[in-house]
């Protein structure tokens, strides 16, 4: 599956308020407003299109920096 763009959100708790951080189309993303210790939690929204139509793929991960 090859995504036409994917949508960043980040959250400092799991159930947080998610703020949206970037769209990219590529596959690699550097937040720059991260602080050391403190964990971060991504959604990532992924879209493509194939032969059924419109898909959104969601995916959630935790991260230390």
Do not use: F, H
């Amino acid at each position: 599956v090859s995504y036409s763009k994917v949508d960043i959100y980040s959250a400092t708790s799991p159930n947080g308020s998610y703020r949206y951080e970037n769209t990219v189309s590529g596959n690699s993303y550097t937040n720059t407003y991260v602080a050391k210790g403190v964990p971060y939690y991504y959604k990532l929204e992924a879209s493509y299109e194939d032969n059924e139509g419109y898909k959104l793929y969601t995916l959630c991960r935790q991260m230390y920096y």
